[in-house]
């Protein structure tokens, strides 16, 4: 099982292609220009790799650049948490408001909940529903390697805004808490930006944490 990562767009979000036996999963496509959706592309031909799932953490524009692209390309549906719902349907607006270019958005996509699981050739991703920096942000979670793609939950010594619409600090908090801190210390996190970093270095560095000591 292999993990790329990309960083793309003027926000510096992470990318990520998840792949297994030839089978891939790109999570949070964020391509915004033709050199990124190319370098995205590149990667997926030069391995070899069929996409079978385009999964989006949270509907935020800077995770959701390269849903048109990939989604044609590869014939995929986006999969999202149905209460991101209102995020994906504002995208144009937002974009509008950050003077940024957005291709529209596929708004046919699929629902996935909290314990679905996500099978790439022979991994299983299992759904973990952590909202809070948005209603429906969802994480990706595999217990066998012990990884997680976390999105804009909790990043290297720090967490997800909410002091945007639609975010709800005490819901983030609860999801830290009560859901990513119950995982494994040595889980290694994936995060939507910045560098990677594992649940035990946050749980005891992160000092928005400083509490749990
Ligand atoms: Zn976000
Ligand atoms: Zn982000």
């Known amino acids: 099982m292999i993990i790329k990562k990309f960083t793309f767009n003027s926000f510096q979000e992470n990318t990520y292609v998840v792949s297994d036996n030839k089978k891939c ?4 496509p964020g391509c915004s220009t033709k050199e990124e ?3 995205l592309s590149q990667y997926i031909d030069d391995n070899q790799l069929s996409p079978i799932e385009l999964i989006n953490t949270h509907c935020h524009l800077d995770h959701i650049f390269g849903n048109s692209f990939i989604s044609k390309k590869y014939n995929l549906k ?3 948490h149905k209460k991101d719902l209102p995020l994906l349907t504002n995208a144009l607006n937002i974009a ?3 003077n940024v270019n957005l291709a529209s958005p596929p708004l046919e996509v699929e629902f996935i909940k909290e314990n679905d699981n996500i099978q790439v050739g022979q991994t299983v991703w299992e ?43 005490a819901d983030l908090m609860n999801s830290i808490k009560n859901k990513l801190f119950h995982l494994d210390d040595t889980v290694e996190v994936y995060c939507g930006h910045g ?3 594992s649940i035990g270095f946050e749980k005891q ?7 749990l000591k």
């Open 25 to 28: 999963m790109i999570i949070d």
């Open 37 to 39: 959706e190319t370098i």
């Open 78 to 80: 986006p999969k999202m």
């Open 96 to 98: 509008k408001h950050y």
């Open 127 to 169: 759904i973990i529903f952590t909202p809070g920096h948005a209603p429906g942000h969802i994480c990706l979670f595999n217990k066998l390697h012990k990884k997680i793609i976390a999105g804009d939950v909790l990043f290297f010594m720090s967490i997800g805004r909410t002091d945007l619409p639609l975010c709800n600090h």
């Open 195 to 197: 560098q990677n970093t």
């Open 205 to 211: 560095y992160n000092p928005f944490f400083r509490d």
